[in-house]
């Protein structure tokens, strides 16, 4: 079956602009989570959804940064006025059930923001 | 508490030899620790993982020792081969969280 996967695979704006990252989980997958990955660096959480309840956004850098997930499939990180210290590797991931079950990762979009 | 310290963040082995990444925590709600391995230009993959209830769990190459009073616990790979150079980042469920370790960057050398 397919893997998760993300769009666009590679996205370079200018500082100010506001981006938006697509992620489809694998189908059936009830938790998502965004992280972000800056060059040599580790996995910065950023947002878990599971299911229906209320997103756990404590990872969120800051208030520009925003996700939604509709109809429990697709997400969306949207992130506005772009920032030069915004350019990182954005990965997503599902699992089936939630925290503590395996998380099947997306390849990431390499966001640069000049 | 939340954290997890992983060492040591780059490593060089010869082929063939034994590659040792270390990582500690000091969560004692942690109840799962993965290990996840990524190749560049890719998402990271679930690679091997332990409950606390057991001290090591080997899976071909690849072996995890967990010590629950040192609270810390170890990748070991064994013969290791330049098929294996990769960042491998440990990590730790608790709480309904999941907290990554920084990465370890292997380079295996020919």
């Known amino acids: 079956g397919a893997g998760v996967s993300q769009s666009p695979s590679n996205k370079v704006t200018e500082k100010g602009k506001d981006v938006e990252l697509r992620c489809d989980p694998i189908s059936g997958h009830t938790a998502l989570y965004w992280y972000r990955q800056s060059l040599g660096q580790g996995l910065e959480f950023l947002i878990y959804f599971q299911g229906n309840s209320a997103p756990d956004k404590s990872g969120l850098p800051s208030d520009r940064f925003s996700a939604e997930r509709t109809g429990g499939s697709v997400s969306t990180l949207t992130i506005q006025r772009t920032q030069q210290e915004d350019s990182a590797v954005y990965l997503c991931?599902?699992?089936?059930?939630?925290?503590?079950?395996?998380?099947?990762f997306g390849p990431g979009t390499r966001l640069l923001v000049l | 508490q939340q954290q997890v310290k992983q060492s040591p963040q780059s490593l060089i082995v010869q082929k063939g030899g034994i590659s040792i990444i270390n990582c500690a925590y000091e969560n004692t709600a942690f109840d799962y620790f993965p290990w996840y391995q990524q190749f560049p230009g890719k998402g990271p993959a679930l690679l091997i993982a332990i409950r606390p209830d057991v001290s090591e769990k080997k899976e071909g190459r690849f072996t995890i020792s967990f010590n629950k009073s040192a609270k810390q616990f170890s990748l070991h790979i064994m013969d290791s081969q330049p098929g294996d150079s990769a960042t491998y980042f440990c990590?730790?469920?608790?709480?309904?969280?999941?907290?990554f370790g920084k990465g370890t960057r292997l380079h295996i050398l020919p």
């Open positions: 991931a599902s699992s089936l059930v939630g925290v503590g079950e395996t998380q099947y």
């Open positions: 990590a730790a469920k608790g709480n309904d969280k999941i907290i």
